[in-house]
């Protein structure tokens, strides 16, 4: 993406919004930030060639209008870099959520075409927070921001921009902040992609609301062939020694899928683990309790070997409707579309009930999955369908989570008047 566009900004500031104490208060909560935003701005005007009108994108809900979500997708599609500002507010807030996990994905998918694996994300620190309170996908970017001075570590932004004996501590935060996001954009140099539905997007801290939140296990099981074993037709371009190393969206991604679909799960907060299809059945043998929720990524080229065929017939026999499949085919395989009939075929012959269950709206995980960008927006949305249907299940008993027995904490001293929530 060439620097200094008028539609693609240079840097997209993502925060929290501060509710107004009084809904009649004429008054803008936000007015600090929106001060940091423009003098960070300037700094980043002086330092590059971005366009004056688009140097940084900050959403401001009233100035958007009616495509608020439309233009907060564009932006998140075609910035340069992603500034998160750190508060307590910063995590518990969804729409920041959902900024992190686009940009995030979008990180992802161009690591995944074998580009340096260096972040454009570039956090700040707005005011002072304790990190390990803070999500994972938050504590895995490292912020050590020595250079932008020994007050602004100890008051923030937020601290550094009301006291005005600071004045000359924040100007020198801001300018250093300006010059690691610059760098940052080199370093990363970012493609512009298509903006996602920012309303369905999946959110990186997870939420009360939300069923998907840190700690759910989801299984991610891979069952494709390896270099050792390749049909008539096919070539060992997307394939490696095991099964892991399947890569079937070569040559434009590069990256294995599975090591792809891991990371992009630990995005909106599961826990995925990964294991072939041979390591996952030994495991449901010796294990006593319900097979998690998971996905099995299914290669469709191993529907041609007897041997694999009857692996997946005995997964096509499994009652778990929260265990399904996704199936990759890849538009730009010439051997895939030469042999379409006859892997459509095996594979209606080997996972016709699986195939049949899954979700309507996700019916492309069955059909074909054509790219890597669509992989990456259909896997967050099968995988929430499957957590769903696994906590649904009337016969699924409930475990509780490894460690120590905490007991339930309950009120001491005067109840009076506190009447108990008829929901717990």
């Excluded at 233009?71 to 507010?89: G, M, W």
């Excluded at 040559?251 to 792809?260: D, F, G, M, V």
């Excluded at 095996?346 to 669509?374: F, N, W, Y």
């Excluded at 369908?385 to 904490?409: I, S």
Aim: glycine share 6%; with cysteine; net charge neutral.
């Amino acid at each position: 993406m060439a620097v200094g566009r008028e539609s693609e900004p240079y840097f997209f500031l993502s925060y929290a919004h501060t509710p107004k104490r009084h809904p009649n208060d004429p008054g803008d909560p936000d007015r600090w930030v929106c001060q940091f935003y423009n003098d960070l701005c300037d700094s980043i005007l002086g330092l590059t060639n971005a366009h004056p009108r688009s140097v940084g994108f900050m959403d401001r809900e009233s100035d958007l209008g009616a495509r608020w979500p439309e233009q907060l997708a564009q932006a998140l599609a075609t910035c340069q870099v992603f500034v998160p500002l750190y508060s307590e507010r910063y995590f518990d807030s969804e729409h920041c959520g959902r900024e992190w996990f686009a940009f995030a994905r979008r990180e992802l998918n161009h690591r995944a075409q074998g580009h340096a694996a260096g972040s454009a994300i570039v956090p700040a620190l707005w005011a002072d927070i304790d990190p390990e309170s803070m999500p994972e996908v938050a504590q895995s970017i490292k912020y050590d921001h020595s250079d932008l001075g020994r007050r602004y570590r100890t008051e923030g932004f937020y601290g550094l921009i009301k006291l005005k004996r600071f004045r000359k501590d924040y100007e020198l935060a801001v300018h250093q902040l300006a010059r690691r996001i610059v760098r940052a954009a080199k370093a990363a140099k970012l493609s512009a992609v298509e903006p996602s539905d920012y309303l369905s997007l999946q959110t990186a801290f997870g939420s009360p609301d939300n069923l998907v939140t840190a700690g759910s296990q989801l299984q991610i099981t891979v069952l494709a062939l390896d270099t050792s074993r390749l049909p008539a037709g096919r070539t060992g371009e997307y394939y490696g020694q095991t099964p892991r190393t399947w890569s079937p969206y070569r040559p434009l991604h590069s990256q294995p899928l599975a090591e792809y679909a891991k990371e992009l799960a630990t995005f909106f907060g599961c826990q995925p683990t990964v294991a072939t299809f041979d390591e996952r059945t030994a495991e449901w043998a010796v294990n006593g309790r319900p097979i998690p929720p998971g996905l099995c990524l299914v290669d469709a080229w191993a529907t041609l070997s007897p041997e694999d065929r009857k692996k997946l017939r005995r997964f096509d026999e499994l009652d778990q409707s929260w265990i399904s499949v996704l199936v990759p085919w890849n538009i730009h395989d010439a051997e895939m579309t030469a042999a379409e009939r006859d892997l459509r075929r095996a594979l209606s012959q080997s996972l016709q009930r699986k195939l049949d269950s899954v979700p309507r709206r996700c019916k492309m995980a069955a059909t074909g999955i054509p790219t890597l960008t669509e992989f990456g927006e259909l896997l967050p949305e099968m995988a929430m369908t499957m957590l769903k249907r696994f906590r649904k299940d009337e016969n699924v008993p409930a475990y509780p989570p490894e460690g120590p027995h905490v007991e339930r904490p309950r009120l001491r001293g005067n109840t009076q008047g506190i009447q108990e929530d008829p929901d717990e």
